[in-house]
Nanobody, 125 residues
Framework: QVQLVESGGGLVQAGGSLRLSCAAS????????MGWFRQAPGKERGFVAA???????NYSDSVKGRFTISRDNAENTLYLQMNSLKPEDTAVYYC???????????????????WGKGTLVTVSS
């Protein structure tokens, strides 16, 4: 079992920054792929970024160059640094773990078997 708890969401103006955190517990954090997804009102949950145990990263085109995913294996924590935020980044952001892979930074929700409850990010124009 893996427990994931997100934090760091809030209200920010367009052009601002936020850093999300995801605290993981239950299994050896460094052994699997971690990802961030988001879901805007009325839309399906979509991929934001993922990182494997080596630190290899994968980003959606919509956030590339603005968001940075990172992990601290010693602290069992995943991060998402979000810069140059836009109103269209408004969503609930979810942390996810793919415990069946330690390399493949998949963008598919079905590949992730553990999810946090999410943290809301609201970007005002």
């Amino acid at each position: 079992q893996v427990q994931l708890v997100e934090s760091g969401g809030g209200l920010v103006q367009a052009g601002g920054s936020l850093r999300l955190s995801c605290a993981a517990s239950g299994r050896t954090f460094s052994n699997y792929v971690m990802g961030w997804f988001r879901q805007a009102p009325g839309k399906e949950r979509g991929f934001v970024a993922a990182i494997n145990w080596r630190g290899n990263m994968n980003y959606s085109d919509s956030v590339k160059g603005r968001f940075t995913i990172s992990r601290d294996n010693a602290e069992n924590t995943l991060y998402l640094q979000m810069n140059s935020l836009k109103p269209e980044d408004t969503a609930v952001y979810y942390c996810a773990a793919n415990t069946r892979s330690y390399l493949a930074t998949s963008a598919l929700t079905r590949d992730y078997d553990y999810w946090g409850k999410g943290t809301l990010v609201t970007v005002s124009s």
